[in-house]
């Protein structure tokens, strides 16, 4: 796996434990990360980004759970709902913006206070003029 690639998830997920203010090291609580994929298991470039990211959660000393939408949108504004409404919710949501499912879930994110992070995709121009940027409007889209 490239070097950079590792580096880019390992900062990541250090950048996510610093804004979401998971403390790895003062509590004996185990920080629980979980990526949302809008692909299915076979797609080789989030294949490569899952098999990163577990192993940098596992250097960190973290968990890091992984569910697969199988390009349905819906799906994930479902497991959003689960995983927020948990009494065991993880610490970060991570998830692609399929086909810009990104709004729904930073109002999931904000109603249920669950921190989120939105990976290789952006906002559209014109959702950014309503949503803000991270941290802007919403405290827990990191």
């Known amino acids: 796996m490239a070097i950079a690639k590792r580096v880019f998830v390992y900062f990541s997920i250090f950048v996510l434990m610093f804004f979401s203010g998971v403390q790895t090291f003062a509590s004996e609580k185990v920080p629980k990360i979980v ?8 797609n080789t470039f989030w ?39 948990s009494p065991n919710k993880p610490d970060v949501v991570i998830f692609n913006n399929l086909k810009n499912i990104a709004p729904h ?3 999931i ?3 249920t206070q669950t921190h989120i992070f939105i990976i290789n995709s952006a906002l559209p121009s014109s959702e950014i003029e309503i949503y803000g940027k991270p941290r802007q409007k919403y405290k827990y889209w990191i």
């Open 35 to 42: 990526f949302i994929s809008g692909t299915h298991n076979k």
């Open 47 to 85: 294949n490569n980004y899952v098999l990163t990211l577990k192993k940098a959660c596992k250097d960190l000393g973290m968990q890091c759970d992984v569910y697969y939408a199988n390009e349905n949108h819906l799906a994930m504004v479902d497991k959003m709902n689960e995983l927020a409404k």
């Open 105 to 107: 879930l930073i109002k």
């Open 109 to 111: 994110a904000e109603n």
